[in-house]
């Protein structure tokens, strides 16, 4: 029955298992894993991977904080109603402040330019 390398024909490489082969393949190996080993000890202790680890745990936590944060901020906003636009009206009885409706706000959108804000 042939060898598989007698099947594929492999002529380039010896498939006898006499002593030189055996030493050709012996050394082969030896540097394949000498290489392998130099290449190993090049990338270092694996120390460097710890500290990425402990950095992105550090700004995952920082980033969940901060949503955190944003997110009560955005509820007491809600809450209390401070983020909607009022206008302060004079009257006789003294300044009060009405909520403008969404026709007024889209007007001062319009007339309104950031620096004309700051003319008055």
């Given at each position: 029955m042939p060898t598989q390398g007698e099947r594929q024909n492999y002529q380039w490489r010896p498939n006898d298992n006499s002593s030189t082969t055996r030493l050709r393949y012996d050394l082969e190996a030896e540097h394949w894993l000498t290489s392998i080993k130099s290449t190993s000890s090049r990338r270092g202790s694996g120390?460097?991977?710890?500290?990425a680890f402990l950095f992105t745990f550090f700004a995952l936590a920082f980033n969940l904080?901060?949503?955190?944060?944003?997110?009560?901020?955005?509820?007491?906003?809600?809450?209390?109603?401070?983020?909607?636009?009022t206008s302060r009206v004079v009257t006789h009885e003294g300044?009060?402040?009405?909520?403008?409706?969404?026709?007024?706000?889209?007007?001062?959108?319009?007339t309104q330019t950031p620096t004309s804000i700051y003319e008055n």
């Open positions: 120390g460097s991977g710890s500290f904080l901060n949503i955190l944060v944003l997110g009560i901020t955005m509820l007491f906003k809600w809450m209390f109603g401070l983020n909607k636009k300044v009060r402040e009405r909520m403008l409706t969404p026709e007024e706000v889209d007007e001062i959108n319009r």
